[in-house]
């Protein structure tokens, strides 16, 4: 992993090619913590003007989490490495122009398991939605 975590986590994202076709940026990361942005587009509603997609809010629950437990193991590198095994979405609002941003952060992380959170905000910082997720940490194979 390179020394620096923040040029670290954003190397990732782009060997990730879900985060790439939703465009996921990295703003922010420390250990355990991700902030992440994405900005509003047409491919990403359901019609021309509506809000985001609850599809793709889910998937900043879960990407921001898993980034945020990358940040804590090297084996992450790509997206691989780490598994959700659980993900639970709450949709608290909407959000229609500018960018949405995803902040994780991993509330306990064991051997194995993994247990995080996420809030996903507006450009107002209103909140949008926030989520929980559970990953499962793969070991390296010999």
């Known amino acids: 992993m390179p020394e620096d975590l923040l040029t670290a986590v954003r190397l990732r994202a782009q060997a990730n090619s ?30 021309p003007g509506a809000p985001v997609h609850g599809g793709v809010l889910s998937s900043l629950v879960d990407a921001a989490v898993g980034g945020a437990l990358g940040t804590l ?17 709450s949709f608290l609002g909407a959000a229609s122009e500018g960018e949405v941003f995803a902040e994780g952060r991993i509330l306990r992380r064991g051997r194995t398991i993994a247990v995080g959170e996420a809030t996903i905000t507006d450009p107002a910082g209103r909140l949008v939605a926030v989520g929980r997720a559970t990953y499962m940490i793969i070991a390296p194979r010999p």
């Open 73 to 89: 193991h090297d084996a992450s590198a790509g997206g691989v490495g780490q598994t959700t095994l659980d993900l639970n979405v």
């Open 18 to 47: 879900f985060w790439r076709h939703l465009g996921i940026e990295v703003d922010d990361a420390r250990e355990g913590w991700v902030r992440l942005r994405v900005p509003i587009r047409d491919a990403l509603r359901n019609a």
